[in-house]
């Protein structure tokens, strides 16, 4: 039973530029979630995807911004880095992200902005 | 506005003796709360979570407290191993369109000592 993979592991990235993570949730879940967890800190919610579509935000700018994919999949994407996003990006897949259940996570990519 | 807390950075504790991690919470909409255990290098593990309709529950050695009351959840671990080091993050989410948003804590490392 694959769990939530995410993709790459490790990105360098400098001031400016734009990067794309990619998350597979696990087999069965439909809602995929991002957090961004900063050194020292509790991960903060980004966004969540539910059907192909943004159902909640977390207070982070329109530079922040996702795609789910008919197969669950989905994609973050940030643009015009700034050293601050520097941080553990992580991926959470659930079953229908209404329901109290618990969120199940990858190992995160590890972004760091030179 | 730090909505979860966990005021303990750091707790150590003898193998084979209670370990008991605490998290206070500030929004009385959140109905459904979860402990995260999470290892260097790796995403947070899912560990347990309860219903605000409960004031306990248990799976195996880990048991989780819920006052409403006083805005008060813990975790009891017995006995506890050195395989449980590790950060253990406390969160939380609120029911209707706000549920799946999961609110952290800042975490704390539990050092289970031979």
């Known amino acids: 039973d694959a769990g939530v993979t995410q993709s790459p592991t490790h990105l360098i990235k400098t001031r400016g530029q734009q990067v794309t993570l990619r998350c597979s949730p696990k087999s069965g879940h439909d809602t995929v979630s991002w957090y961004q967890q900063a050194l020292g800190q509790g991960p903060q919610f980004i966004f969540q995807y539910y059907e192909e579509e943004e159902r909640q935000r977390g207070n982070f700018p329109d530079r922040f911004s996702g795609h789910q994919f008919p197969n669950y999949s989905s994609e973050l994407n940030v643009n015009a880095l700034l050293l601050g996003d520097s941080a553990l990006y992580l991926c959470a897949s659930s079953l229908r992200g209404y329901s109290n259940q618990p969120q199940h996570f990858g190992d995160g990519t590890r972004l760091s902005i030179l | 506005d730090q909505q979860v807390k966990q005021n303990s950075p750091s707790l150590s504790v003898q193998e084979g003796r209670i370990s008991i991690l605490n998290c206070d919470y500030t929004?009385?909409?959140?109905?459904?709360f979860l402990w995260y255990k999470k290892y260097p290098a790796e995403g947070p593990t899912f560990l347990i979570s309860?219903?605000?309709?409960?004031d306990k529950n248990e799976d195996g050695r880990f048991t989780v407290f819920l006052n409403k009351s006083a805005k008060h959840l813990s975790l009891h671990i017995v006995p506890s191993q050195p395989g449980d080091s590790a950060v253990y993050f406390c969160a939380a989410s609120a029911g209707g369109n706000q549920g799946g948003k999961l609110i952290f804590g800042q975490g704390t490392e539990l050092s289970v000592k031979p």
């Open positions: 309860i219903s605000s309709i409960k």
């Open positions: 929004n009385s909409m959140f109905d459904y």
